[in-house]
């Protein structure tokens, strides 16, 4: 193709899990499309969210989850770390804290989504942290370890406030893995397990939630559906929903709402959470056709994961493209999600899905390492969940695809029901 | 699958979701009503429903959060009027599909 003369300004907000994946996807364009790529992000440590929730656990610690984000950035992309003020879509720019003003033409918005405790009234106060955790920040999962290491046993409630929240299936491994804690130290007796959902059942897809809702029962720990939370009471020690139900706890354990950044609220881009809307297929943000949005931040009805940042990733580096060559968005996005779900003694399950194909049993085609196994708690599964830590920092946050993994739910392996 | 609702044959899903919204009338969501437990939609009822449906029409991905937010009822009041689960039972009241916001 011919050489597009004048540079474009590409603009990543946001150097987390998705926006380091597609900058290092859009370095490789650089020179062949005059791209100058900018990424911005206010923090200076880069997290690997999936280890947090091995951490209140005592598996891993400090070194295995933070790295520094500047690390991954690649080479040829600038790296601004400050806080941002504000997207302003009508000039094309937007605004640092420090008040310096940074013009684009394509806007990649990558600023994921947090934990907002504050959202549930009386969850934060004297006993936050304290018997009141959550294990979505790097804090609160050190928090939670110091909390569980003399635990004396008791009421633990593993709840879910509301839905969306990043990574579904995590409220599940944590009930697993604590089950499994316990048991370690002999005392599972002395603790009774309840997980409280706003779903139906364990899960939203029917399969999935039969076979893991199934492994809630076997491990003797109880399930409260249907929940939707209005308060808690410090004072009681209990959850009370806002019809009037309540369960009580001496240890809780919560997922706060997610919301999207403060800062797409304060520039009117996000819907009441915060999330951005966003064509769920091409990744374009509704009504703006030079903003594209990547990972936790938009609200297409994906799982909010890293494994759906990485196969977006492949598909808006094609859009992208098209977008600079000025032809259709022809890649198209799925939905797919690829978790590995930790059920405790040594073991996990793979659940591999998309926005129409449901989680199902049978086994994911990876040759040479796999096939794993779907929905069905194997060691060679939980292996593969630990590797992902070295996959996660040395192949996906440099840009790298997987072999043999592409975008696409694969149907090769599923039992799929008519 | 075919299912007789108030006198009139339409497609609903595995869960009794309509899968096509142009089938739904104020009938059908008085009988779909009845069968969750709710015998008497009164104007509070149909004023959500029609919210509902307005909002899916644009294409809305709903959640409970934004029904509390609509300035109509607050969440307490929505589980007041449609209890168990509020949304999927008004929505399924509302002849639209079950939300997406679950995952």
């Known amino acids: 193709m011919e050489q597009i003369s004048s540079r474009k300004k590409i603009l990543i907000l946001g150097a987390g899990t998705a926006g380091t994946m597609i900058a290092n996807k859009l370095a490789n364009h650089r020179t062949k499309y005059g791209l100058d ?36 950035i690649p080479r040829g992309v600038t790296y601004i770390q400050n806080s941002i003020e504000k997207i302003d879509t009508t000039k094309k720019e937007i605004v640092l804290h420090i008040g310096e003003v940074l013009p684009y033409d394509i806007l990649i918005i990558a600023t994921g989504a947090q934990v907002a405790p504050e959202q549930i009234p009386n969850l934060i106060g004297d006993r936050w942290r304290k018997n009141m955790h959550e294990f979505y920040t790097f804090e609160g999962a050190n928090a939670l370890y110091n909390t569980l290491k003399d635990w004396p046993g008791g009421k633990l409630v593993i709840h879910i406030s509301e839905m969306p929240i990043k990574c579904p299936v995590a409220p599940l491994e944590f009930s697993f893995l604590a089950d499994d804690f316990f048991k370690k130290k002999n005392m599972r007796d002395k603790v009774e397990i309840t997980y409280v959902t706003p779903l139906s059942g364990a899960f939203t897809k029917p399969e999935a939630s039969r076979v893991l809702g199934g492994m809630l029962s076997e491990r003797n720990i109880k399930l409260v559906p249907d929940f939707s939370i209005s308060e808690v009471d410090a004072k009681e020690n209990i959850i009370r929903s806002y019809d009037e139900k309540t369960v009580p706890f001496d240890l809780l354990v919560t997922i706060p709402p997610n919301m999207g950044d403060a800062l797409i609220a304060r520039s009117g881009l996000g819907d009441e959470l915060n999330f951005i809307p966003t064509d769920k297929n091409t990744l374009q943000a509704t009504g ?12 297409i009805p994906a799982s909010k994961a890293g494994s759906v940042a990485h196969f977006e990733a492949e598909i808006l580096e094609e859009n992208i493209l098209s977008f600079l060559e000025g032809k259709p968005l ?12 930790e059920s405790g003694d040594g073991k996990a399950l793979l659940v591999d899905f998309g926005y129409d194909i449901e989680p199902v049993e049978g086994t994911f085609p990876l040759p040479f390492i796999g096939p794993f196994s779907l929905l069905k708690p194997t060691v060679i599964n939980h292996l593969g969940k630990l590797a992902f830590r070295y996959i996660y920092w040395n192949v996906l946050m440099r840009g790298l695809s997987i072999p043999f993994v592409g975008p696409g739910v694969p149907l090769a392996g599923k039992k799929i029901k008519k | 699958m075919l299912k007789t609702i108030a006198n009139k044959e339409v497609d609903v899903n595995e869960e009794g979701y309509l899968t096509n919204k142009g089938d739904w009338n104020e009938d059908i969501a008085k009988e779909i009503a009845k069968e969750l437990g709710i015998n008497d939609l009164t104007e509070k009822h149909w004023a959500v429903i029609k919210w509902l449906r307005d909002q899916d029409a644009g294409g809305t991905h709903l959640s409970i959060r934004q029904v509390g937010s609509s300035g109509l009822v607050d969440i307490k009041e929505f589980y007041a009027l449609f209890p168990g689960g509020p949304l999927k039972n008004a929505s399924k009241i509302a002849g639209i599909m079950k939300p997406m916001s679950c995952l």
Request: a negative charge.
């Open chain 1, 288 to 299: 703006h056709e030079n903003i594209f949005v990547i990972g936790d931040a938009t609200n």
């Open chain 1, 37 to 72: 790529i900018t990424l911005v992000d206010q923090a200076s440590e880069h997290y690997y969210q999936p280890g947090f929730l091995f951490i209140p656990f005592g598996v891993y610690g400090r070194e295995d989850v933070v790295k520094r984000r500047s690390d991954f």
């Open chain 1, 330 to 341: 022809s890649a198209k996005f799925d939905g797919h999600a690829n978790c590995y779900v």
